[in-house]
């Protein structure tokens, strides 16, 4: 049984920093696509970054691109989402989700179609 569990939220001020981290089992985080995605309150979940099975290539959200890093530990078979320079509008529960890299994962990485398996949700909330 595939399960994603995630950690490391909280509450942090403007400009500070969190990691996320995404726990994996049942299956190698090293064979397939993982992303994170996000969902505040009253709005549709929304995505942030993605990382491909091989680890080499990598996305963001406009909204994150330079604040934000994806990871993985394969030995420890995590996902991480290093998260700096925090902003209150990245107030979210967070979700990793991964599936397997479909030929047309280059198109469709942005949507939670593509993945197959998401986690419970970590909260993050950036607040003074």
């Known amino acids: 049984q595939v399960q994603l569990e995630e950690s490391g939220g909280g509450l942090v001020q403007p400009g500070g920093s969190l990691m996320l981290s995404c726990a994996a089992s049942?299956?190698?985080?090293?064979?397939?696509?993982t992303a994170w995605f996000r969902q505040a309150p009253g709005k549709e979940r929304e995505f942030v970054s993605a990382?491909?099975?091989?680890?080499?290539?990598?996305f963001y959200a406009d909204s994150v691109k330079g604040r934000f890093t994806i990871s993985r530990d394969d030995a420890k078979n995590t996902v991480y989402l290093q998260m700096n320079s925090l902003k209150p509008a990245d107030t979210a529960v967070y979700f990793c989700?991964?599936?397997?890299?479909?030929?047309?994962?280059?198109?469709?990485?942005?949507?939670?179609?593509?993945?197959?398996?998401w986690g419970q949700g970590t909260q993050v909330t950036v607040s003074s």
């Open positions: 049942g299956r190698p985080v090293s064979r397939y696509a």
């Open positions: 989700e991964d599936g397997r890299e479909t030929p047309d994962f280059y198109v469709y990485y942005r949507q939670e179609g593509t993945y197959d398996n």
């Open positions: 990382v491909t099975w091989s680890g080499l290539r990598k």
